[in-house]
């Protein structure tokens, strides 16, 4: 139901609902995940499926979760969730796809200076890493040294090979994954001797299921996998679905489980599952150094800079000299009669990148500028070997040069290039996570321009799916190092290291856009002192008055051979907060401490709906950043997202998903005729509905007649109204 959103390959999710004929008509059956409660014997899970004649046993979990896949009738599966011994039952969803100088940058060359105990230089030789993705190209001459097996959850084999055949949708992610992590060739991944192994979940264009995934994830973890990337996830910011759930048991099980953030920024709570996974260590995306082209055009003090965002697939920017600039409309070629020889700027619409660049060539253009049509920066591909540089900026810069260029004269621009380092990705997913209120991501990592490897060579890619094997690749090492290091030491080494990095500005990022910070390999493979937990999220509270007292506790470890002095640091002051932190004591080597620390916060004083900052602790004279959030009563969060709307698998028949992370008052989907706005009805509407995915099918012939209709969904909870507002379309009955 889902589309890919811009180009970065990162996985979203739909609903996968069977339909078929049972004797004497028609019945729907569904594929569903049944977890269990702990400590639900055999024998009572036998005789509660007994119980339901149409449920079939699919598949079992013992390792990544405690249940099974079934399927059965619809019905059936929803007496199924009222079972005492059942904590969750999720329907089978579908999933999709979501170096040169990003691995020196984390210090990933700086590493390899370093020995282990057993005096091997820190190339991550002799972990594991397990590889949840599209396959593996292992005959790559980059990562045939590198890969030592996997399984192939799709076809049902051992052979995870990347689906090669364009003709059935070839992929490229799982390889582009692998190489980051291990390349051992031309290009080198952060653990280049690390062993590979491909768990192959996601078929023929990036297709699969959660069933697929949890399979996957049973089998690395019966391999005993040291290392778990899952570069995939969706755009439900909810921590309770499965593949979280079966995250959060792998942990548990001594795998440090590693997951991209999403791709659905800048927006606040946008950070999608299994990133919200709370034992997991989930990825942002950051940039490593680049040089980043702008556009200078105007004279004097109404002079403009601009900078490019290069499209992917397209010549690089390597304009330097003054380029006369012309608008090409939105890239027809009746558009384009004026181009040649300039740099012409495009609205974005109406035709594919691909086909307004290769327009442009046509014409005779320099270059293309391609401006968006709605508000923010995106991120784009064109189709190789176009052989003309091509770049987006946003909608707002675009209609500003639009009127320059219409009333100047002999409009013309200059390109300067300036080097950027450590600045969020725009398209980076931003926490916190509904629900539990939980700080996600935990770190980021280069996540922009990553060359690495693909089937049959190289290509640059964009996307946490990019920054998530990097941090796959340093706990590999960190492993090398600290071969008994648990998860949650090796995510604490990670996160206690890592670098707090700000904006253009010099802000830094709210500890909900980039966790603790960019990783720091060198740093964390010689940490002295690890955290844990590794953040603060000391959740949501309603109270409407008076002052609460709010407490956590961490343990302090001091992991070096030196004896440590440690003192907290009051962070930034904050209206009606008030902390209390330990006083100075001192570690000896091996030695621990649980620390108390506690936030009063008087709620009449207290002005904003989020609170974040970070808590410092000295080490002598080293700093360790301990981020925090504290969320007063309900925040500004959405109350409805994640809907669809697309024709159900049995004929005559529609469904819609939404996905409430607090419930809803009431919830609605208003239908309005797309040409005049005139009310058409409700597609649903309801009170008192509980947290989680709604999904619903519904008979054409209770929908409007055939046609386009703007569709306005829209949920309530305490006090607060959200709305989405999407184009749906009713197709006629064939």
Known sequence: MRKLTGLTVIFLIFIHTISCYAEGGQAEKNSAIIVLKPKTSERESAEMIQKYPSVQIRHEYKHALRGFSVFGLKKELELLKKEKNVQYVAEVKQYLPALDQSVPFIGGEDIRGYYDLKNRRLTGRGVKVGVIDTG?????????????????????????????????????????????????????????????????????????????????????IKDEIDVLNLSLGNAVNGPDLPISMALNKAVEKGIVAVTSNGNSGPGIWTVGSPGTAEKAISVGASTPPLKVPYLRYGLGSSESEV????????????????????????????????????????????????????????????????????????????GEGIGIPAASITKYEG???????????????????????????????RGPVTVNWGIKPDVVAPGVAINSTVPSGYQALAGTSMAAPHVAGACALILQMHPEWTPEQVKSALMNTAKPITDKEGKLYHTFDQGAGRIQIPEAVNVSTLLSPSSLAFGMYTRKGGIEEHEKVITVENVSESEQHYSFKQPLKEKGLTWHLPASFHLKPGEKKEVKIGLQAESKETEKGIYDGYVTLSEGTKKLQLPYLYVKEEPDYPRVMGFEFV???????????????????????????????????????????????????????????????????????????DRIETTIQIEAEK
Do not use: C
Request: hydrophobic share 35%.
């Open 136 to 220: 593996i190209d292992y005959t790559h001459p980059d990562l045939k040294n590198s890969y030592k097996g996997g399984e192939d959850l799709v076809d049902h084999d051992h052979d995870p090979m990347e689906t090669k055949s364009p003709q059935q949708l070839a992929t490229v992610h799982g390889t582009h994954v692998a190489g980051i992590i291990a390349a051992n060739g031309k290009l080198k991944g952060v653990a280049p001797e690390a062993e590979i192994y491909a768990y192959r979940a996601l078929g023929p264009g990036g297709s699969g299921d959660t069933e697929q995934v949890l399979l996957a994830l049973e089998t690395a």
């Open 307 to 382: 900078p490019l965002s290069q499209l992917q697939g397209s010549k690089p920017w390597d304009l330097h000299f003054s380029e006369e600039l012309v608008f090409g409309g939105r890239g027809e070629k009746s558009d384009l009669g004026n181009a040649q020889g300039k740099v012409v700027l495009i609205e974005r619409g109406k035709l594919t990148f691909t086909e307004k660049v290769k327009n442009a060539k046509e014409a005779g253009a320099a270059a293309v500028i391609i401006y968006n049509n709605t508000d923010g920066e995106f991120t784009g591909t064109i």
């Open 399 to 429: 209609k500003k040069l639009r009127g320059w260029i219409k009333k100047s004269v002999s409009p013309s621009g200059k390109y300067i290039y300036k080097e950027e380092r450590d600045l969020l990705a725009d398209f980076s997913s």
């Open 647 to 721: 024709q159900a698998d049995e004929p005559g028949k529609y469904r819609y998903e939404m996905y409430l992370p607090q419930g809803a008052d009431e919830y609605g989907i208003a239908l309005y005729e797309a040409d005049g706005y005139r009310f058409a009805g409700y597609l649903e509407w309801g009170k008192a509905a509980p947290r989680g995915m709604i999904s619903k099918d519904v008979n054409s012939e209770k929908l409007p007649r055939p046609g386009l209709y703007k569709a306005v969904i829209f949920a309530k909870r305490a006090g607060k109204e």
